[in-house]
């Protein structure tokens, strides 16, 4: 799935976005969207912030609703805590995360 940055500021929060880019959907969590953000990190943005310009996603990705809000992504980075495992530098979450990467990331023209 493939959105573009329509703003970068909301809220008076300025995100590490470039207004204009697009940007690959890593795991859409609670109808938010986790995207590499420009220095790399995989945050959770406001799905607000975008305009979705490829709606398909990976077939790999399983998605569930819970209480009304979509969850999406790889299995392998589903598990509860996995992305606050990253942040603290888990080197098991940190190792399975770079291997999908590597794998399933859609390079960009940037790229």
Not at 11 to 20: F, I, S
Not at 27 to 41: M, N, T
Not at 83 to 108: M, Q, S
Request: proline share 6%.
């Amino acid at each position: 799935m493939k959105v573009e940055c329509a703003q970068s500021k909301m809220n008076d929060v300025v995100y590490d976005l470039t207004q204009g880019e697009s940007y690959e959907v890593i795991a859409i969590e609670a109808g938010d969207y986790r995207i590499l953000d420009d220095a790399g990190r995989p945050y959770l943005f406001p799905a607000s912030l975008f305009k979705v310009i490829d709606p398909a996603r990976p077939a790999h990705w399983a998605s569930e609703t819970l209480d009304g809000v979509e969850y999406a992504s790889a299995p392998e980075l589903a598990a509860p805590g996995f992305f606050e495992d990253c942040y603290a530098g888990d080197p098991d979450a940190v190792r399975i995360f770079n291997r999908y990467i590597n794998r399933h990331l859609r390079l960009t023209d940037a790229a």
